[in-house]
């Protein structure tokens, strides 16, 4: 069955680096874009980045622009999330989701994906 499993996640100092990966199965990951969310405590679900299926579109949050970078390994069929700059608020569990046709601006809608992993902590504290 498809199957979206997160991982690397962990306490990290602000400052600091994480790499976060989505393994899938249960289907080719080539045939769909991903995303990444991310759920602090008392917070909605919001978005965080987004890869086409073919890798050549990326988008992303702009509270994480120019820390955070996503990126995609079909022969390991592997979503990746390399985040660095850490902050205090960047904590939160973070989530991947399997967007089931193509998205534009729209990406940023937690309604439009149809798989979701089971999520993976990330604190960021001194």
């Known amino acids: 069955q498809v199957q979206l499993v997160e991982s690397g996640g962990g306490l990290v100092q602000p400052g600091g680096s994480l790499r976060l990966s989505c393994a899938a199965s249960g289907f080719t990951l080539d045939y769909y874009a991903i995303a990444w969310f991310r759920q602090a405590p008392g917070k909605e679900r919001e978005e965080v980045s987004y890869?086409?299926?073919?890798?050549?579109?990326?988008s992303y949050a702009d509270s994480v622009k120019g820390r955070f970078t996503i990126t995609r390994d079909s022969i390991k069929n592997t979503v990746y999330l390399q985040m660095n700059s850490l902050k205090p608020q960047d904590t939160a569990v973070y989530y991947c989701a399997r967007a089931p046709r193509p998205l534009g601006s729209s990406w940023r809608r937690v309604g439009e994906y149809d798989y979701w992993g089971q999520g993976t902590q990330v604190t960021v504290s001194s």
């Open positions: 890869i086409s299926k073919s890798g050549s579109s990326t």
